[in-house]
């Protein structure tokens, strides 16, 4: 784990409503294809995944998660848009498989016990 700080983030971006996992992947693939239609995705793009619940205690079918495009301040959209707010984040590298991601949210409690956190923001993966 390692402490990093964002400054304010605008996104590009759409939300899922549905169980974790393998309907989040779907979700994004779409939403890349969304970007390159719109001449938004390139190399150098940063994609936010943004889990607004904890699966621990919401019921699959209402979990809510965002897929962003992190925007340069000249990138105009058809889009969407959302604010995310600055200031220190934790940040911690996760292996992007079904059992990487299932354990860090189990074991996310015990990461987080010692850290400051802001419980009511938002766990972002970025891409």
Do not use: C
């Amino acid at each position: 784990m390692r402490q990093e700080r964002l400054e304010h983030i605008t996104l590009a971006y759409r939300r899922s409503v549905g169980p974790y996992g393998e309907h989040n992947r779907r979700f994004l693939e779409d939403f890349k294809r969304e970007l390159v239609r719109e001449q938004l995705l390139g190399p150098s793009s940063v994609l936010l995944g943004i889990a607004l619940d904890d699966p621990v205690r919401i019921p699959a079918d209402r979990l809510r998660y965002d897929v962003g495009l992190v925007l340069d301040r000249d990138q105009r959209t058809s889009l969407s848009t959302r604010t995310l707010e600055g200031g220190l984040y934790a940040v911690f590298e996760v292996p992007h498989t079904q059992s990487g991601i299932l354990s860090f949210w189990r074991g996310l409690p015990a990461l987080a016990a010692d850290l400051p956190a802001d419980r009511d923001r938002p766990v972002i993966e970025r891409y």
